[in-house]
């Protein structure tokens, strides 16, 4: 298994960062739009984009979060924790921290410059970024990881034996089970007393919706089990694609009707609170499933062209946030069609994170292509 590479997980991870930046790119024109959103393009918003923004947001970071548990598990078991720890700050934690302090805050002055606020950036950077406007754009989930590690770490010294690999197996029904019903009781239990979006800094290091914590504790430390069970291998656990690509469409269906449908049937608010947390517990779960398996079966291989893709993807990620947004406030007033506007600013946006990161990034050693 160690001399096997997972190009499908390769694959599957550059797909999603691809999508998170389509996925923020409709945000500028998706009708019903955040108020705080960076972008909001007023001209035309389309519902077409809310539909797509509520779908694909359920599944886009815990399938993020299984992929690092899986491949934060291998290094573990290839590294001293020295090591281990080394790679981790140049790889995670000094991204994070410069991402957070130095770039960060122009994606979040964007907020004020594309509403023609006279607010400068420096006065702006002194007082409400450092208060009620505070976050770490894309780089929250960096500092997520970074907590996730510190929790492996933890649970490594209180079961050295999770380091090591053991024969191929497959979940019982149990397993499923247990995941399915933690992710919707965690979702379930926290909407009950915030709103699912809401998003909260704790000590300005880590920026959460704590709705979502117990889901991407689960799935991150699902990923690592995956390895240790030596999922994807011969004779190891595989998803079916088909299967759960029956549930997947199934309760993506479920959720989107209980989404925009349900709220207007006069139901109690206790009540809707948990038909969503069952709807979008299982519609994640049965996406991460979906995903893993699909990708496995057809997208288990690569060539120059995946091998770019996936290469630069880390790169991709962390710029798309300040590319995307300028672009998509330079076409602001255009008079184009909406759905114009969006592909030309993902075009852009993602050719120009692209070149940056293949030929830029990928000579700075957090951002290298080498062997993680």
């Known amino acids: 298994m160690e001399s096997e590479r ?38 035309e918003p389309v519902f077409s984009a809310t539909v797509f923004i509520c779908w694909a947001d359920i599944f886009i970071m815990p399938v993020m979060f299984f992929v690092s548990g899986y491949f934060g598990l291998m290094s573990l078991s290839r590294y001293s924790m020295g090591v281990f720890w080394k790679k981790k700050l140049i790889r995670i934690i000094l991204p994070w921290l410069f991402g957070s302090i130095f770039i960060a805050p122009l994606v979040t002055y964007i907020i004020l410059a594309s509403r023609h606020s006279p607010m400068g950036f420096y006065e702006f950077y002194t007082t409400l970024f450092w208060g009620p406007l505070y976050e770490q754009a894309q780089y929250w989930y960096l500092g997520a990881l970074t907590a996730l590690y510190f929790l492996l770490i933890l649970a490594v010294w209180l079961k050295p034996s999770l380091r090591m690999g053991q024969e191929a197996g497959r979940p019982s029904v149990r397993f499923f089970f247990l995941m399915f019903l933690v992710t919707i009781g965690g979702i379930g239990i926290i909407s009950s007393h915030m709103h699912p979006d809401t998003w909260t800094f704790y000590w300005y290091l880590l920026v959460l919706q704590p709705v979502r914590i117990p889901m991407y504790i689960l799935v991150f430390f699902a990923g690592t089990l995956a390895w240790k069970w030596k999922w994807f291998t011969k004779g190891g656990y595989v998803p079916s694609a088909a299967g759960w690509g029956m549930a997947f469409a199934m309760t993506g269906i479920l959720y989107l009707w209980q989404k925009f449908y349900l709220p207007y049937c006069g139901l109690g ?84 994170c692209f070149l940056l990161s293949r030929y830029l990034l990928s000579h700075i050693g957090s951002f290298s292509t080498g062997k993680r």
Not at 321 to 332: D, E, G, H, R, S
């Open 269 to 352: 608010a206790e009540t809707l609170v948990w038909v969503n947390a069952v709807c979008q517990g299982s519609f994640a779960m049965s996406a991460l499933f979906f995903f893993l398996g699909c990708f496995h079966r057809f997208l288990n291989h690569t060539n120059p062209v995946l091998s770019n893709l996936a290469a630069t993807s880390y790169g991709v990620y962390y710029l798309h946030m300040p590319i995307l947004f300028c672009t998509a406030w330079a076409f602001v007033g255009m008079g184009l069609s909406v759905y114009l506007k969006y592909l030309c600013v993902c075009i852009l946006s993602l050719s120009a």
């Open 6 to 43: 997972m190009y499908f997980l390769d694959n599957l991870k550059w797909f999603i960062i691809w999508l998170m930046v389509v996925f923020h790119a409709a945000m500028c024109y998706m009708a019903y739009a955040p108020e705080w959103w960076y972008v909001v393009d007023t001209a």
